[in-house]
């Protein structure tokens, strides 16, 4: 389970990355650009609670990497994933409020997902 969430959050950090490009073009072309298509963003954040909830029950199993020194790896990835599943949630009461998301909000959002996502290579890997 704990490489399932892995691959999903792979591919939701991909997605969210071509999202993040995709914004830095539109927004540096006009202030009133089309915002990124919905449907991505949509599928960017189910995939990224669908790892989550991976995560979590992956988390409910034996402990690993106590010898390493990484046992808490995966509860710190969780937390960070969660942080940054909160900050997507203000992108989408932003977007739904039909306001231009703020750019602090989304470098948040990708700070705390990235470095969730390096954390949980660290406790899947060693």
């Known amino acids: 389970m704990l490489t399932a969430a892995f691959i999903v959050l792979g591919i939701a950090v991909l997605l969210g990355s071509a999202l993040a490009v ?3 073009r539109t927004s540096t072309a006009t202030l009133a650009s ?3 298509s919905w449907p991505a963003a949509a599928l960017h ?3 990224g609670i669908g790892g989550l909830i991976c ?3 992956a988390l409910r199993g034996p402990p690993r990497g106590a010898a390493q020194g990484t046992a ?3 509860a710190i990835a969780a937390m960070l994933i969660v942080m940054a599943a909160l900050a997507g949630g203000g ?3 932003a977007r739904l409020r039909k306001r231009p998301p703020a750019g ?3 470098g948040v959002h990708a700070t705390l997902a990235v470095s969730g996502f390096v954390i949980l ?3 899947l890997l060693v």
């Open 45 to 47: 954040g189910l995939l």
């Open 55 to 57: 995560l979590g029950l």
């Open 34 to 36: 089309a915002p990124v």
């Open 72 to 74: 808490s790896f995966g």
């Open 22 to 24: 995709l914004h830095l």
């Open 121 to 123: 290579a660290a406790y």
């Open 91 to 93: 992108l989408l009461a």
């Open 104 to 106: 602090a909000l989304i």
